[in-house]
């Protein structure tokens, strides 16, 4: 345990600063493994792209004993597919790598200070040589190619670090690590407000690339060998006093691991091609450089003092880990591919070289060791034969080697990564020339990395040029293949209407990529566009088990399957599916709901109303679908969709139209029929449409001739068995007869067979007006006649029985207006001829009563007329008397 916890013995300045220091590195390493879990996810998005539709539903229905007759009216269908983004620099990700580089250079300069002159010196030579390398002039502090910055940075780092070295040896490490810390910050801070960058993170982190690399390459390196010192103390540290040797289990396990090593290497040289899951080097290197935590303080002890492990080896080893899983964070999080590769390859390959050599150094050295059965890891930096520097020079040695066979294709990858990351710096500032040329310098080195060949079809995306778009695509996909660039690639193939080949296209990606979930969304909803109904229901039913975003997959299922099937199968899928909190999903579901003539309330998404209230595909969708579902018990999108429609000018047609559906079912029905007759009388391409859907409303209120008017220029089957019926309902059987023998005459229906019998036994359309006005007749109170005259404010009935308890109620101005609306689509009924009358005397106006009685002379029966005299000719009389005494 005291091996284990060997800070415990420290002072708790150096505790209390190798905590923070431990803290630092678990967020560097977490911030590594977030970053590569998807590295092209970072800077590509899975974008969703939302296409309206239209099909036909019957939500207007008017039931005539078994018989219904309805309108098919459009409903709105939402389709949704996955769009790969163009390639973007997450700015976040740079500011973390920033805190964690400058923390770890601060460990590793402040260790440096401790150290004798020579390697002081050394260390501090290479520091500024890379400093100068960093190109600081380009973040413009002090003016375009102003080299004031390095030299401040020179002096300040070197000042400070040089007084801790020569004239402070007595301070602590963590003095120093603050002194240091702040000379970074004091920089950091002067770039921050002073440079004329537009990105100076960015730019600071791109052009010092050769100084994080180099740490990073030093820290694999370094650790190379610590995972064959972690299978000589799993060896012999259990093996030691119980009298049995380590040497083979030493052995096998250390021959296992190097074979490991090798097939990894011949894997990623592409000398052999076993389709065959390895570890990850990723790995590899976290735990070498995790074993190195404890296993570089028995190299640092065995090096005399040159690096005492307390006040040095310690800080220097955990500076460069956090450098470089900072730097390796970044690489990932920038998806540059080249610098990854760079990385696998100096992890592999220097723990294979270096690997092979230590096993000859630990055999060499500790055979007899072994044979005496004693604890090799004890003294596994104590060489009795062959030395440690010798072996990690011909380890060394060793990874040039391979790097050489690879013709240091390594190399020629860490400098398209660097030419990557110039080309990401330039295409953020939107420089796409710069960047163009930056990218392609990239390429010369390394022709088949996917970030280059990314980065160049999303800057020919940008500046419209599909072709060369496609083509970079498909250079994407050579060697690092990804579901982003199959799905960028079919796409534009889609839009160059090159059908087959965007479907060749994703199928090749679902070849490498089985289970992705969007570009099985995406090979649907190609399939749904030729009507391939089975294919398209197979990969998007897969795509919903698979999708990050299953409602998406989910929401293009209810749409094809609403175009693709009958009443039977919708029913059976409304009970089925899953529900799902997602507009387009509820846009859909809505739709179904229609077609299925299921009319049941539900809550409101107020999610699909955006704040700047400029609708989308799915918004307008579900708003329109819900204002026709909801019409009944819903008044809200009466007043709601206009506003929206004034601020969507393309989309107000369709809005107003699906604000009348709710104003007529749950609002004022005489605005609703004002404003859809006005539309109606105008020419336009959807005035067929007006005229259908007034025509219904008209039959459902009772005025069948205003219905027959309104239905006479609707062409098609729908208009004619509207007139039938609105003939038939009017005493017109001989008209409806005609009608619809001269349809049947076009084709045999025995549908209309059937209406006709319906219509000729003189069944009546079901109406909730006769119940109300049942009601009113039995109870007159106000709050049950308001509810009868908003249901029908053109049936006779209920507005003579309304006029006469506003009459009662001394309430004339009311009554007479609740009159005036009801004549003016129901004219014909003596009725309200007769309270137009009996108002109009009631407010003095015998001109106008005058005009009442002769309208109720005209339309009403010989009986009913002297009813009416009976009433009228005493209140006229006594007006005339009183106007006469006056």
């Known amino acids: 345990m005291n091996d284990l916890l060997f800070w415990k013995v420290w002072s708790p300045s150096e505790r209390r600063m190798a905590v923070a220091a431990f803290l630092v590195l678990l967020l560097g390493l977490t911030f590594l493994v977030w970053q590569c879990m ?31 007759y309805g309108i098919s009216t459009p409903t709105h269908l939402v389709t949704e597919r996955f769009m790969s983004s163009v390639m973007e620099v997450n700015a976040v990700t740079v500011y973390l790598f920033w805190i964690g580089a400058l923390t770890g250079l601060s460990l590793v300069l402040a260790a440096l200070t401790t150290m004798s002159r020579f390697w002081y010196l050394a260390g501090t030579i290479v520091f500024i040589m890379f400093l100068a390398f960093a190109r ?132 990623n040289t592409r000398q052999i091609d076993w389709n065959v899951t390895l570890i990850n080097p990723f790995y590899l290197a976290l735990a070498s450089g995790i074993l190195g935590i ?31 899983s900072s730097f390796a964070g970044l690489m990932a999080g920038m998806a540059n591919d080249p610098v990854l590769e760079t990385l696998e390859d100096a992890t592999v390959q220097g723990q294979l070289a270096m690997g092979v050599l230590f096993l000859f150094y630990v055999l060499v050295n500790f055979y007899e060791v072994f044979q005496q059965r004693l604890a090799v890891y004890k003294v596994l930096y104590k060489p009795l034969r062959f030395g440690l520097t010798q072996t990690r020079l011909f380890g060394f040695a060793g990874v040039v080697v391979l790097f050489s066979i690879q013709r240091l294709l390594p190399v020629n990858q860490a400098i398209a990564g660097y030419f990557n ?147 039977g199968l919708l029913d059976s899928l409304a009970t089925s599916t899953d529900k799902y909190d997602y507009l387009s999903w509820q ?47 819903d008044s809200l999108p009466a007043a709601l969709l206009p506003k929206l429609a004034a601020k969507n000018p393309v989309l107000s047609q369709d809005l107003s139209l699906a604000a009348l559906y709710s104003e007529f079912y749950s609002g004022s029905k005489l605005k609703a029929l004002e404003t859809l007759s006005g539309w109606a009388e105008e020419e336009g391409e959807k005035s067929d449409l007006y005229h259908k859907i007034l025509g219904h409303w008209l039959l459902q209120l009772g005025l069948y001739d205003q219905a027959i008017e309104a239905l006479s220029g609707v062409e098609g089957v729908e208009g004619t068995i509207g007139m039938a019926v609105a003939n038939a309902l009017s005493g017109k059987k001989e008209v409806a007869v005609i009608l619809l023998d001269k349809m049947q005459d076009t084709e045999q229906n025995a549908a209309v067979e059937q209406l006709k019998q319906s219509l000729f036994s003189g069944v ?36 003579s029985a309304a006029s006469e308890f506003y009459r009662s109620k001394k309430q004339v101005k009311q009554a007479y207006q609740l009159v005036l609306n009801a004549l003016r689509y129901n004219e014909y009924a003596p009725e309200l001829w007769e309270q137009y009358a009996l108002l109009s005397l009631d407010q003095g106006l015998l001109g106008q009563a005058a005009e009442g009685q002769q309208k109720v002379e005209q339309y009403a029966l010989p009986a009913g007329y002297q009813r009416f005299l009976a009433r009228y000719q005493p209140m006229r009389a006594l007006i005339e008397k009183q106007r006469a005494e006056f």
């Open 38 to 68: 998807d590295p092209l996810g970072n800077v590509v998005r899975w974008n969703v792209v939302s296409e309206l539709s239209e099909t036909t539903a019957v939500v207007d229905v008017l039931q005539l004993g078994q018989w219904r």
């Open 136 to 267: 600081l002039e380009t973040l413009g502090v002090f003016g375009t190619e102003n080299r004031l910055l390095f030299l401040i940075a020179t002096i300040l780092y070197g000042g400070v670090s040089y007084y801790f070295h020569a004239f402070r040896p007595d301070l602590g490490i963590s003095t120093r690590i603050a002194g240091i810390a702040g000379v970074s910050i004091t920089l950091a801070a002067l770039v921050a407000f002073g440079s004329a960058s537009p990105v100076p993170a960015l730019t600071a982190a791109v052009y010092s690339f050769p100084l994080w690399l180099v740490a990073t390459m030093l820290f694999l390196l370094v650790s190379a060998t610590e995972i064959m010192a972690g299978l000589v103390w799993l060896s012999t540290s259990g093996q030691a006093g119980k009298g049995r040797s380590g040497l083979v289990q030493f052995i096998v396990i250390s021959v296992l691991y190097l074979v490991l090593l090798l097939l990894i290497y011949l894997q």
């Open 294 to 324: 404890w296993g570089f303080r028995r190299r640092a002890d065995s090096t005399q003092g040159v690096i005492p492990f307390r006040s040095t080896g310690f800080w220097l080893y955990i500076g460069l880990f956090i450098v470089a």
């Open 421 to 567: 990351g110039l080309g990401d710096l330039h295409s953020t500032t939107e420089e796409y020339t710069l960047a163009e040329q930056y990218y392609k310098l990239a390429l010369q080195q390394e022709f088949q990395n996917h970030k280059s060949n990314y980065a160049l079809a999303s800057i020919a995306l940008k500046q419209g040029d599909r072709n060369a778009a496609a083509y970079y695509f498909r250079q994407a996909l050579l060697k690092n293949p990804s579901p982003e660039a199959y799905a960028g690639l079919s796409g534009i193939l889609v839009q160059e209407n090159l059908f087959f080949d965007a479907v060749y296209s994703l199928q090749e990606g679902l070849r490498r990529f089985p289970a992705n979930g969007e570009l099985l969304n995406n090979l649907g909803m190609l399939y749904s566009q030729t009507n391939v109904a089975d294919s398209a229901y197979y990969y998007l039913d897969l795509a919903e088990t698979h999708a990050a975003r299953p409602e998406i997959p989910a929401t293009n299922l209810l749409a094809i399957l609403a175009k693709n099937t009958g009443s």
């Open 587 to 633: 846009a859909n579901w809505l739709a179904v709901q229609n077609m299925r003539q299921q009319f049941h309330q539900e809550g409101f998404n107020k999610r699909s109303v955006p704040n700047d209230s400029l609708l989308s595909a799915s918004s307008l969708a579900y708003l329109l679908n819900y204002a026709q579902n909801q019409a009944a018990f």
């Open 764 to 799: 009546k359309p079901k109406s909730v007006t006769d119940s109300l006005f049942a009601v009113v007749a039995k109870s007159p109170s106000e709050q049950n006649i308001r509810k009868a005259v908003r249901a029908n404010p053109f049936d006779a009935r209920i507005v």
